[in-house]
Every structure is written in C-alpha cells, then in structure tokens.
C-alpha cells in the first residue's frame, strides 16, 4: 500500500550562528502515522520542528518543505497554524491571566466548557480542579504540559510536533499523555515526536535518526533502537545517547 505523504523535507538546510544545523535533510512523514525522529543533543532535532512551524529566526532555511504536497516556505506562523500545524514544546509557555479553560478552548473546534472539560480528563487533570485556575507559575511543568496537549485536542490538528513530550513528566502523567497520542492517530492526525527516549520512541510507528543535521538512519522503531545500545549507528558526532530518564525532571 502506497502512503500518503503528509509532511515532506526536500534537501532542508539551515544555518544558524554560522553553523550548519539542518544538512540537505530529507524525511517524509506519512498521514495519520506517529513519529519520532532521534538523535542527540545538538543533532537538529528540535530546530527541525521549529523550521517546520515558521518560527522566528527559522525562516531563513534553503530546499523546501511540503506539507499535504504545497511549500510552507512564504508562509507566516499564523499560515502554517491555519493549515493545522501545531507545535507542543518542550518546556510550555505561561499565561498570567489567562485561565486554562479559556487556554485549552483558544483555538478548539467546539469552544464549550464541556469539550474542555473532556480534553483534560482525556490527559489526567481533574476538569473540576483545572478549568478555573491560571496557566501561571503555581502549576508544574508536567501540569502546563498536559493542559497544552489538552489545548491541542481540542484543535483537531492534522500534524502535532513534539519536542520532548516526556520531559517533567512522571510516570503516571506520561501514560495520559500516550494515551492522547492514541487519541490523535486514530483521529487522523499526524504526530511527529522529538525524543531521545527509548520509551518515547517505542510508542511510534516508524522513526529518524538524525546527527550533525543529516538523515543517518530511518524505517521501524525496532531498526532505530540499536540507537540507545552500545553500537551507536556511526556518524561523525562526538555525542552518545544521553541515558533513559527515570524520574521526572
């Protein structure tokens, strides 16, 4: 069966501080899949989702990226985001003032209290506790993280990148959040996770492994996971895999 091609690379580079951080990299992310590109620190993993997304000073990249076969190239953040991008980061933002009700229904299809209500419990907050309180610094990390991956729920994106959905997360919260990917996929939506977490990179469907800003590796979960062993895939990168987290951050 042929796969249908939701997000494409051709020949990405970008260079930032006057070092190559993307070389002529070329992945394609199949619809309705879940991803995880791999590699370690430094490798371009988190600037590969950035550029994706338009993000300020990631505009300036050579070769194209494809999203449902058209360029994203002279397109905004706001653009990219109307065509049903959408970024979860790895360290979540704050909103004083705002409450996660109104955060969590921003951007959603049905903005009723009810569906934000639903989304929550779909990532393990209690509605009743949550709804009202402020997207501030007296919730965690692991919490902001989840209301955000609520917030995306309530989209109906067709591709969620990732970065590092597993950071200050315990092990409890991380299932919730599996859980919601879950969710995505069999709603149809592509997910693209970046990771260099064994337990992350075992829930998807097919994987990357990317050094030095260039493709070394690619195809089932199982032929990347040589990855976090002792034979590293060889590249030229001085880095080796940082070691499985075991509690949260």
Known sequence: MTETSMLETKDLRLDLGGSRILDNLSLEFWA???????????????????????????????????????????????????????????????????TVEKFVSAGAVDKSKGNSAHALDLVGLEPDQYLGRAVDRTLSGGERKRIELASILTMAPKLVMMDEPDSGIDVDALEKIFAAIRI??????????????????????????????????????????????????????????????????
């Not at 590699?39 to 338009?54: E, F």
């Not at 996929?185 to 492994?209: C, N, P, Q, Y």
């Not at 979960?221 to 987290?245: A, L, Q, S, T």
């Open 32 to 98: 309705g899949h879940v991803h995880a590109v791999v590699g370690p620190n430094g490798a371009g993993k988190s600037t590969l989702a950035n550029t994706v997304m338009g993000l300020s000073g990631y505009t300036g990249f050579a070769g194209d990226i494809l999203f449902e076969g058209q360029s994203l190239k002279d397109l905004s953040i706001d653009q990219r985001a109307q065509k049903g991008i959408t970024l979860a980061w790895q360290e979540p933002a704050r909103y004083e003032g705002l």
């Open 184 to 249: 995505l996929r069999e709603r149809g939506t592509t997910v693209l996770m970046i990771t260099h977490s064994r337990t992350v990179l075992e829930k998807a469907d097919h994987a990357f492994l990317i050094c030095c800003g260039r493709m070394m590796e690619k195809g089932a979960v199982e032929k990347i996971m040589d990855y976090f062993g002792e034979k590293c895939i060889p590249c030229n990168h001085k880095n080796e895999p940082e070691p499985e987290r075991t509690d949260a951050e």
